[in-house]
């Protein structure tokens, strides 16, 4: 049974930094990840993605040279943590962060890797708001 559980977010104002984490067990070793955000008002959108192996990694144009996202593997298969360091904050980036994970390997620049009904797992989410 897999379970994502999210942490880090918080208040900053514009130009701060976050890093976000979020804590999966349940044998997502081999899965496939992801960040995903919800703005106020808005539709859940696509922030980061990467591979089991962590060696490629997609990214929204709003978020490119931004945010980085990355996994550390425990020894343990069935635990490992997803990152999101996020960097030069905008107002814009104020929205609710949820990390997302699915046992499906995605061709390279397929479009699954972007959209949100390809992930089967999601964590309860975490709020991120920048201020002044």
């Known amino acids: 049974q897999v379970q994502l559980v999210e942490s880090g977010g918080g208040s900053v104002q514009p130009g701060g930094s976050l890093r976000l984490s979020c804590a999966a067990s349940?044998?997502?070793?081999?899965?496939?990840m992801a960040w995903f955000r919800q703005p106020p008002g808005q539709e859940r959108e696509f922030v980061a993605a990467?591979?089991?192996?962590?060696?490629?990694?997609?990214?929204?144009?709003s978020v490119k040279g931004r945010f980085t996202i990355s996994r550390d593997k425990s020894r343990d298969n069935n635990k490992g943590t997803l990152y999101l360091q996020m960097n030069s904050l905008q107002q814009e980036d104020t929205a609710v962060f949820y990390c997302?994970?699915?046992?499906?390997?995605?061709?390279?620049?397929?479009?699954?890797?972007?959209?949100?009904?390809?992930?089967?797992?999601w964590g309860q989410g975490t709020q991120v708001t920048v201020s002044s």
């Open positions: 990467i591979d089991w192996s962590g060696d490629t990694t997609y990214y929204a144009d």
């Open positions: 997302a994970a699915t046992p499906d390997w995605f061709l390279a620049d397929s479009p699954n890797w972007y959209s949100a009904s390809h992930y089967n797992y």
């Open positions: 349940g044998r997502t070793f081999s899965y496939t």
